[in-house]
């Protein structure tokens, strides 16, 4: 059983950055693929980006393409999604998630969940 605790959530600015952390705990962290989603008020829960487990390549969503990067630090059994030029559209709560199956866009793949970190950014 893995357990996930998001970090780094709060409120900026736009145009601002942040950082979050998902620190890992419980299982062999460098055997699963790392993803992180987001869901605001009202919608369904949307991919952000994900990683694989040992060789770091990453697949990012359209909308956060160039402003987001994931990475992770086997050794610390954390991963991170660093975070520039926020706009108020990426306000929502953040999860971090764990698969067996390796890195995946899409939830369903996706074995164990943080409890989510908020993240609002406003105009």
């Known amino acids: 059983q893995v357990q996930l605790v998001e970090s780094g959530g709060g409120l900026v600015q736009a145009g601002d950055s942040l950082r979050l952390s998902c620190a890992a705990s419980?299982?062999?962290?460098?055997?699963?693929?790392m993803g992180w989603f987001r869901q605001a008020p009202g919608e369904e829960r949307m991919f952000v980006a994900t990683?694989?487990?040992?060789?770091?390549?990453?697949s990012y969503a359209a909308s956060v393409k160039g402003r987001f990067t994931i990475s992770r630090d086997n050794g610390k059994n954390t991963m991170y999604l660093q975070m520039n030029s926020l706009k108020p559209e990426d306000t929502a709560v953040y999860y971090c998630a764990a698969s067996r199956r390796g890195a995946a866009e899409i939830a369903l793949a996706y074995d164990y969940w943080g409890q989510g970190t908020q993240v609002t950014v406003s105009s």
């Open positions: 419980g299982g062999t962290f460098n055997s699963y693929g």
């Open positions: 990683i694989h487990s040992t060789d770091s390549i990453t």
